[in-house]
């Protein structure tokens, strides 16, 4: 095994200490898991990771996740791996093949769509399992998909929220590329399925309370009027005077989509509860929420509802220890990559089980599809007390 460099090593080193304690139950093997411990001791899987420039937090988390994965697992019979920086190279394809000429028998990764794209696009030697979903024509042979997918959350979000009384729906989303790509996705889902997109927001940030005010076609206030404060005092009033009644929203949308990150998230859900929107439900993606518990922050997305993989709502008992290491190890990098080092783990298991159509990941259940992607079994989530928890839809 190579390591990058001596830190590298350092670190990796720690994560044998700690995944020492881990253990397992004893059992005969059977012909399944004999075979799958003889194809194991002979893999050499090659993952390809940014680890320097713009993408290397994801990069590094991803490749930190899969080898705390690496050592957690039970079996003694653990392939061969090696690492190679992406970040460091321009042809993505150049460095797909120096892993196949060191006899690569699997491949992890790339990571960033660019490449994905890049080298999707000729034919593989080996099998390989890409960290970006992308639009594939049709499948070919070794070609395997894993990532995490805000588009497909947004069709899940159309999916849960369409009812015949939920049918009209307010689209919020930030005024970039990526942010139009997830609100478009969940619009055209929206409509197939007949619904209406009453209107749209595309926001900037320094700008949201007069926009947000505007959508709602409400006046836009500093504060909003405190009815226990409010000067209606009937003692001292004439009957024929007219109460002033605290400033109305629009009414012809009953569902709100909302695209954010996690810190204009915190400043977009409370300002629709400042202009009473308090009895609409509030829908969006997990990229809402940073994926570890922040109460003191998180109280301002009270309410949202978003789907999420197990491992940043409630880790499985069988993947609790992985997920209290891996915090332990990087609790700083966690806080804002925690879905990565999911990832990670997600392809370590996905790499040493890749034939099988069904496979248990440290972020859940995965399954693949027809077209080779692998997805998650994702939970549905709202925030309550600033903290995740399960949605259970009131009956």
């Not at 990565?340 to 859940?364: F, H, K, R």
Request: glycine share 6%.
């Amino acid at each position: 095994m190579k390591f990058s460099n001596y830190r590298t090593f350092i670190v990796l080193s720690l994560i044998v200490a700690i995944c020492a304690g881990c253990s397992s139950t004893t059992k005969s093997p059977n012909s399944t898991e004999i075979l799958n411990k003889q194809s194991r001791e002979n893999q050499r899987i090659a993952l390809l990771v940014p680890l320097h420039g713009q993408f290397a937090a994801a990069g590094k988390a991803v490749r930190d996740g899969f080898f705390t994965a690496y050592y957690a697992a039970a079996s003694n019979a653990k392939p061969k791996l090696q690492i190679y920086d992406t970040s460091q190279h321009r042809n993505i394809k150049a460095v797909y093949q120096q892993a196949l000429n060191a006899g690569a028998t699997f491949v992890v990764g790339p990571l960033t769509k660019n490449h994905v794209k890049e080298l999707s696009e000729q034919s593989l030697a080996v099998p390989t399992l890409m960290l970006n979903y992308i639009q594939i024509r049709s499948p070919h042979k070794n070609l395997y998909l894993l990532g995490i997918s805000p588009k497909l959350q947004a069709q899940y979000a159309a999916m849960k929220a369409f009812s015949p009384t939920t049918s009209q729906a307010l689209v919020i989303y930030p005024n970039n590329a990526w942010g139009k790509q997830i609100a478009q996705t969940f619009a055209y889902k929206w409509q197939q399925l007949g619904g209406n997109i009453v209107d749209q927001l595309a926001y900037k940030r320094k700008h949201l309370r007069t926009e947000i005010a505007n959508l709602l076609h409400t006046k836009y206030q500093e504060e909003r009027p405190d009815d226990n404060n409010h000067n209606n005092k009937t003692d001292d009033m004439n009957v024929n005077q007219t109460i002033e009644q605290p400033p109305k929203r629009r009414q012809d949308f009953n569902i709100v989509f909302v695209v954010a990150t996690p810190q204009n998230g915190r400043q977009i859900i409370p300002l629709l509860k400042f202009y009473y929107v308090n009895d609409v439900p509030i829908y969006s993606t997990s990229l809402i929420y940073t994926g570890t518990p922040q109460a003191n922050k998180d109280r301002d997305l009270n309410g949202v509802i978003f789907c999420d993989m197990l491992w940043a709502v409630r880790p499985s008992p069988n993947n609790n220890k992985l997920y209290h290491k891996i915090i332990t190890v990087w609790p700083h990098q966690f806080k804002n990559n925690a879905r990565m080092y999911a990832l990670g783990g997600d392809a370590y298991q996905i790499a040493t089980n890749y034939l099988q159509p069904i496979v248990g990941g440290v972020s859940g259940g995965l399954y693949r599809n027809r077209q080779q992607e692998y997805h998650r079994q994702l939970v549905w989530t709202q925030i309550r007390n600033g903290k995740p928890h399960i949605y259970y839809e009131k009956k």
